[in-house]
């Protein structure tokens, strides 16, 4: 247990919640040092964009490597 987490399930246990409620209870809180890994609305909006970014570049290069084998495909029944 964190410091935290430990003060946290001191003062339950003080304001006479049952112990094994207590320990559940302070250790699914989460503190303010495991919320700096959280990601926030602002960085999955980020994220959002930048695949969708990466998809328009995926689908630019389907269409490029498509039109260059159509291409090649239609070359070759010419010289056949």
Excluded: F, N, P, W
């Amino acid at each position: 247990m964190s410091s935290a987490t430990l003060e946290l399930y001191k003062a339950l246990l003080s304001a006479g919640v049952d112990e094994t409620k207590a320990k559940q209870v302070a250790e699914d809180v989460v503190t303010r040092d495991d919320a700096k890994h959280l990601a926030s609305k602002v960085d999955i909006a980020d994220i959002k964009t930048e695949i969708s970014a990466l998809e328009t570049r995926i689908y630019r290069a389907i269409a490029v490597q498509t039109i260059t084998i159509v291409g090649a495909i239609v070359g070759l029944l010419q010289i056949l």
